[in-house]
Nanobody
Framework: QVQLMESGGGSVQAGGSLRLSCKFS????????MRWYRQAPGKKREVVAA???????DYADFVEGRFTVSRDNAKDMVYLQMNNLKFDDAAVYYC?????????WGQGTQVTVSG
């Protein structure tokens, strides 16, 4: 059974940085593409970044070069480095993957951005 667990969220001032981590367990990470999503209060969940099994990454337009998604298959970890954080980046961030035909989600990690 695939399980995901995020960590690394917290409170940061605007312009600051955070590195989110997602621990993958159940099957080897190397065969799965992964995505990071976020959901702010009152808003729909939206995709932030994606990384394929081969390491190709893609980002939502609002990222504007500030975030970097990466993976370490040997450690079954996926990361989201977030720099130059803005107020609008405050949300709960989730990592997700597809397994057995369905989406698997972590419990989320809260990111708060203050002025």
């Amino acid at each position: 059974q695939v399980q995901l667990m995020e960590s690394g969220g917290g409170s940061v001032q605007a312009g600051g940085s955070l590195r989110l981590s997602c621990k993958f367990s159940g099957i080897p990470l190397k065969i799965n593409g992964m995505r990071w999503y976020r959901q702010a209060p009152g808003k729909k969940r939206e995709v932030v970044a994606a990384i394929t099994a081969g390491g190709t990454s893609d980002y939502a337009d609002f990222v504007e070069g500030r975030f970097t998604v990466s993976r370490d298959n040997a450690k079954d970890m996926v990361y989201l480095q977030m720099n130059n954080l803005k107020f609008d980046d405050a949300a709960v961030y989730y990592c997700a993957t597809v397994s057995d035909g369905g989406w698997i989600w972590g419990q989320g990690t809260q990111v708060t951005v203050s002025g």
